[in-house]
C-alpha cells in the first residue's frame, strides 16, 4: 500500500508541477499559487462540513499551519530558480528536499533492507538524471543554487510536517483544509507586497478566467498528492514513502514529452529507467 500511494502522489505531484509551469508562462506565478490553492481551499472546506471533520481539530493541527507556511515559501522560490534558470541544474539539484523526511524517517527507527537501500539510491540517482542536469555551459549564479536549495528545504520540511498533522482519514481532511488556508493567506500577503512594490497579478489581457479550469487541477492536484502521502506514510517506511513520492520531475519529464512533444535528452532517458528499477526494488523489498 505505501508503495501505490506514494507513487499516486509523484503522479499528482508531477502533473501538478506541469500545469504550474505551464499556467505561470502567461500568468504571474503568485496569482497561480493563491488562486489554484484557494480553489482547493474552497473545495476542502466543503468536505470538512460534510464529513464532519472540525470534530477532529486539536494541537497537531499547528503541523498542517507549519507545512501552509513553508509550502508557498518553497513553490514561490522553485518558480524563481526555474526563471533564472538553467532548469537542467534547478531541477536535479531540487530533488534534494527526499534528504530530509528520509532523514527523519531513520532518525525515528526506521531501518530498510539491503534491497531498499539499494532501490533508494538508485531512484534518487534515476530522479536526478532525469531533470536532465546540465554538466557543462555557463556558471549558475549563486542566487539559483540559493533559491533551489531553499525551495528543496521548504519541500521536505513540508513532506515531513504533513505527516504528523493527523491521525485519522477525516483528520487529514481538516489538516489539508488548515494547510490551504495557510498558504492563501501567505501567498496573498506576498501577492499584495508585490503590487505595492509595482508588481502586476494578471496579464495585461486581463484575468485568464479560461485558465480556471486549469488552475482547479494544479490546487486539487496538489491537494490530492499531500493526502495520498500522507496516507503512504502510514502504512510503510517513511524513507521508502518519501524517494517513491519524489519520482514527481519523471512524471514532469514524460507530460512535457507528451503534450509539448519536447525530446528528452539521453541523460534523461537514462535516469527515467533508473527511476523504474528504483521503484521496483523498494516495492519488493
Known amino acids: 500500500m505505501t508503495a501505490f500511494f506514494a507513487l499516486i502522489t509523484s503522479l499528482l505531484w508531477g502533473l501538478a508541477d506541469f500545469g504550474g509551469g505551464l499556467l505561470t508562462r502567461r500568468t504571474p506565478a503568485l496569482t497561480v499559487v ?3 490553492q484557494g480553489i482547493a ?16 481539530a486539536g494541537p497537531r493541527l499547528w503541523f ?20 533564472l534558470g538553467p532548469m537542467g541544474v534547478v531541477s536535479p539539484l531540487a530533488t534534494l528536499s527526499v534528504v530530509i523526511p ?10 530498510p533492507g539491503l534491497l531498499q537501500f539499494a532501490g533508494i539510491a538508485v531512484a534518487v540517482l534515476g530522479v536526478v538524471l532525469a531533470g536532465g542536469p546540465q554538466l557543462r555551459g555557463a556558471p549558475v549564479e549563486r542566487r539559483t543554487v540559493l533559491l533551489t536549495l531553499v525551495s528543496a528545504l521548504g519541500f521536505g520540511t513540508m513532506f515531513a510536517l504533513i505527516t504528523e498533522a493527523s491521525t485519522t482519514l477525516t483528520g487529514l481532511f481538516l489538516a489539508l483544509f488548515v494547510q490551504r488556508l495557510t498558504n492563501v493567506a501567505v501567498g496573498g500577503a506576498a501577492l499584495a507586497a508585490s503590487l505595492r512594490r509595482g508588481g502586476t497579478a494578471v496579464p495585461e489581457s486581463g484575468f485568464p478566467y479560461r485558465s ?3 488552475l482547479a487541477f494544479v490546487g486539487l492536484a496538489d491537494v490530492a498528492a499531500n493526502g495520498t502521502y500522507a496516507i503512504a506514510t502510514r502504512h510503510g517506511p517513511i524513507t521508502v514513502a ?12 514524460l507530460a512535457a514529452r507528451g503534450f509539448l512533444s519536447e525530446r528528452l535528452r539521453t541523460v534523461q532517458a537514462a535516469g527515467a529507467g533508473l527511476a523504474l528499477l528504483g521503484t521496483l526494488l523498494l516495492a519488493t523489498g
Open 102 to 111: 528520509v532523514g527523519v524517517g531513520l532518525f525515528l527507527g526506521e531501518r
Open 212 to 214: 480556471l479550469p486549469a
Open 64 to 83: 498542517a499551519f507549519a507545512a501552509g507556511v513553508v509550502g508557498p515559501v518553497a513553490l514561490l522560490s522553485f518558480y524563481k530558480a526555474l526563471a
Open 41 to 56: 481551499a474552497a473545495v476542502l472546506g466543503a468536505i470538512v462540513v460534510a464529513t464532519g471533520a472540525w470534530g477532529e
Open 242 to 253: 518519501a524517494v517513491l513520492a519524489s519520482l514527481y520531475p519523471v512524471v514532469t519529464a
Open 34 to 36: 493563491v488562486v489554484s
